[in-house]
């Protein structure tokens, strides 16, 4: 048993730090690919949420227009009702009058209650008009409404999907990660963190094959290899800069 090892850090070896490194790097590039997988999904059903909300909203508006135009409207008709009890009223009295300046006066307000049924029946053509456009533009956006909500309905199940089916082994992944973190060097583990960042497909470490760096491909000189496979140093590629490990570690890691 090494029981000197129990508790003590500064015991762990090279070989064990390169280890521990090459599999951060598996579990993070496990990560890295059930995020690949989910890909524009998680924006697209975000956007989609966002584009539903604000037509909603412009819906509502829409129908509050609509009410307003027909207050106005039946406030139109009311005028107009009121302009012909008028009329009726002045046109009895027409029979009962004496002289010539009643009669005039008389036919001035029948005149003038005419006038205003006229715009009474204008605005109430203009706001029957206007209740025609909004209900048009309310139908094209419940139209695209609908297909909005087709299309989130579609995506959401989608997501959940794949989200359903790597869940559990993200978060099994992210903790290895985090656990795995700890025990690199922190020098190190920096230094992993911004070469994954460079590189395109967040190949960090690296094994050696067919005698080259598995993350540019350039050849490595055989004394390098040779150093690699003895795990005793870090290496790191001198082409790219990724950390280049023993092919070996591929079956120390399950
Ligand atoms: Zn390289």
Same mark, same amino acid.
């Given at each position: 048993?090494? *029981? ?19 599999? /951060?790097? &598996?579990? =993070? ?15 697209? @059903?975000? =956007?989609? *949420?966002?584009?539903?909300?604000? /037509? ?31 009329? #009726?009223?002045?046109?009895?009295? !027409? ?8 009669? =005039?006066? /008389? ?37 695209? !409404? ?7 309905? @579609?995506? #959401?199940?989608?997501?959940?999907? +794949? ?6 082994? *993200? ?6 990660? =985090?656990? !795995?973190?700890?025990? +690199?060097?922190?020098? !190190?583990?920096?230094?992993? /963190? ?10 960090? @470490?690296? #094994?050696?094959? $067919? ?16 150093? +690699?496979?003895?795990?005793? &140093? ?7 800069? $990724?950390?280049? @490990? ?9």
């Amino acid at each position: 048993m090494a *029981e000197g090892k129990q508790g003590n850090t500064k015991e762990i070896t090279i070989e064990e730090r390169l280890l521990a490194l090459f599999r /951060l790097q &598996k579990a =993070d590039s496990k990560i890295d690919n059930i995020q690949f997988l989910r890909g524009e999904l998680p924006f697209e @059903v975000s =956007d989609l *949420e966002d584009e539903i909300t604000g /037509l909603e909203t412009r819906i509502k508006n829409y129908k509050e227009e609509v009410t307003v135009l027909k207050k106005s409207i039946t406030a139109e008709k009311n005028r107009v009702s009121d302009s012909k009890g008028k009329i #009726k009223e002045y046109e009895v009295k !027409l029979n009962e009058i004496r002289n010539n300046r009643e009669f =005039d006066s /008389l036919n001035k307000e029948i005149e003038y209650q005419g006038l205003e049924i006229e715009l009474a029946d204008k605005h109430i053509k203009e706001f029957t008009k206007a209740i025609d456009v909004k209900k048009v533009q309310i139908t094209e956006a419940e139209t695209v !409404l609908g297909d909005k909500k087709e299309d989130l309905t @579609v995506r #959401k199940s989608e997501l959940e999907q +794949i989200v359903g089916e790597t869940q559990n082994e *993200e978060v099994d992944l992210k903790k290895l990660s =985090d656990d !795995l973190s700890l025990v +690199i060097e922190p020098r !190190l583990l920096q230094a992993y /963190l911004r070469i994954r960042k460079s590189v395109r497909n967040g190949l960090a @470490v690296v #094994k050696v094959e $067919r005698e080259a760096c598995g993350g540019c491909f350039n050849k490595i000189p055989p004394q390098r290899q040779l150093e +690699i496979a003895q795990r005793r &140093k870090v290496i790191v590629c001198e082409h790219c800069g $990724r950390v280049l @490990v023993d092919k070996g570690f591929e079956d120390e890691v399950v």
